[in-house]
């Protein structure tokens, strides 16, 4: 068994159940298109190991995700801009297809596109005074990455709307009740919650629970429309080019900025 060799993301497998951890705890794991692109690695690495029945996703150190890394906000990409643009779209694909099921364990901070990965995963365990948000409209750019059907997939479409266009803040309490987080527990205790839910799903029937998995997933795609996200990339680089835009994300980072110590 192979290991990828990966910067910013760790894979672990014991048994049945593995462990895909972004893993860049100094900067709040943030979401970086070369981040992105390893996550994909990774997905297609628990794919092709028969025994991985459940892979749980999560954060080292004090978050889950800050989401996309702002900083590179606006810089030139290296390659097609296009596809950079889209990286995060395969990556939430990548992650939704795993055979495996996914459980997302969340803590800290859960920010933008890392609300977008925690919504690929098919459950999810958030540890209380988990602070999420979703800060796309305040930098000047639409959520992409097929964050919106996955969004109204899970908490529906007036909710989608509050959250994505207000850009508030909001509890891991409150993502409970909207059904976008299926437990919260105890920051103590998000571990064990998290690894006894993994081995308890790992210890059934593979065959109805995968099925289980598909079914939702089809039923739910054909809802939503995920298809549609293909186009998300265009969205983001016209709002990248677009000067309202642009201003709305410099006034975001510099209020940002002074907000760091």
Same mark, same amino acid.
């Given at each position: 068994m192979d290991v990828p060799d990966l910067d910013t993301v760790t894979v672990e497998l014991d048994g049945p159940v593995g462990h895909l951890w972004?893993?860049?705890?100094?900067?709040?794991?943030?979401?970086?298109?070369?981040?992105?692109?390893?996550? $994909?690695?990774?997905?297609?690495? !628990?794919?092709?190991? /028969? @025994?991985?029945?459940?892979?749980? $996703? +999560? +954060?080292?150190?004090?978050? !889950?995700?800050?989401? #996309?890394? =702002?900083?590179? !906000? +606006?810089? /030139? #990409?290296?390659?097609?801009?296009?596809?950079? &643009?889209? &990286?995060?779209?395969?990556?939430?694909?990548?992650?939704? &297809?795993?055979?495996?099921?996914? =459980?997302?364990?969340?803590?800290?901070? %859960? $920010? +933008?596109? @890392?609300?977008?990965?925690?919504?690929? %995963?098919?459950?999810?365990v958030a540890a209380e005074g988990t602070? !999420?948000?979703?800060?796309? =409209?305040?930098?000047?750019?639409?959520?992409?990455?097929? @964050?919106? /059907?996955?969004? =109204?997939?899970?908490?529906?479409?007036?909710?989608?709307?509050d959250l994505v266009m207000t850009c508030r803040a909001f509890s891991a309490g409150e993502a409970q009740r909207l059904g976008l987080v299926t437990r919260v527990v105890a920051p103590g205790d998000l571990d064990a919650e998290v690894e006894e839910l993994a081995l308890s799903l790992a210890a059934k029937a593979a065959f109805p629970v995968r099925a289980t998995k598909r079914h939702v997933d089809a039923v739910t795609s054909a809802a939503v429309g995920l298809d549609r996200s293909w186009s998300d990339a265009d969205a983001l680089l016209t709002a990248l080019r677009d000067p309202d835009c642009r201003a709305a994300g410099a006034r975001y980072l510099e209020a940002l900025g002074r907000r760091r110590p």
């Open positions: 972004l893993d860049r705890p100094d900067k709040l794991n943030p979401l970086s298109t070369a981040t992105l692109e390893e996550l $994909v690695t990774a997905a297609r690495w !628990f794919d092709a190991q /028969p @025994g991985a029945r459940v892979v749980v $996703v +999560g +954060g080292r150190g004090r978050a !889950f995700s800050a989401g #996309a890394d =702002v900083g590179s !906000f +606006g810089e /030139p #990409a290296e390659g097609s801009p296009r596809e950079a &643009a889209d &990286a995060g779209r395969r990556m939430a694909d990548a992650v939704e &297809a795993m055979e495996a099921v996914t =459980v997302a364990r969340i803590h800290g901070h %859960c $920010v +933008g596109g @890392g609300v977008v990965l925690a919504a690929a %995963c098919d459950l999810r602070r !999420f948000s979703i800060p796309e =409209v305040d930098l000047g750019i639409p959520l992409a990455w097929g @964050g919106i /059907p996955r969004l =109204v997939r899970e908490v529906g479409p007036a909710a989608t709307k």
